[in-house]
Nanobody, 126 residues
Framework: QRQLVESGGGSVQAGGSLTLSCVASGRFLINYGVGWFRQPPGKEREFVAMIAERAQTTYYDDSVKARFSISRDDAKNTVTLQMNNLKPDDTGTYYC???????????????????WGQGTQVTVSS
């Protein structure tokens, strides 16, 4: 069974950093594009970042560009989201997701993703 497991969430003060990891069961992730989404309290899930198959392309929401960095290590079946200079607006549950096309112009649309993790909580205090 193909699963994604996120880790690395926590509580930090504004300006701090966190590193989120998404680890896949087995080696299926190598052929998938992987995205990070977040769901702020009381709001809908929103796109954060995405990395295409073989790291050919990366995409970021404007709100996190220059602060967040997405990378992948296919040998370890892992995608990492490095988050720096965190702001209270970054608070939410963060999810990783994998889509089988390997990278898509529709990367912001959660409906294209085939597998989702259970989420990890990030709380940023002012």
């Amino acid at each position: 069974q193909r699963q994604l497991v996120e880790s690395g969430g926590g509580s930090v003060q504004a300006g701090g950093s966190l590193t989120l990891s998404c680890v896949a069961s087995g080696r299926f992730l190598i052929n998938y594009g992987v995205g990070w989404f977040r769901q702020p309290p009381g709001k809908e899930r929103e796109f954060v970042a995405m990395i295409a198959e073989r790291a050919q392309t990366t995409y970021y929401d404007d709100s996190v560009k220059a602060r967040f960095s997405i990378s992948r290590d296919d040998a370890k079946n892992t995608v990492t989201l490095q988050m720096n200079n965190l702001k209270p607006d970054d608070t939410g549950t963060y999810y990783c997701a994998a889509e089988r096309s390997g990278g898509s112009i529709r990367h912001r649309d959660p409906r294209i993703y085939d597998y989702w993790g259970q989420g990890t909580q990030v709380t940023v205090s002012s």
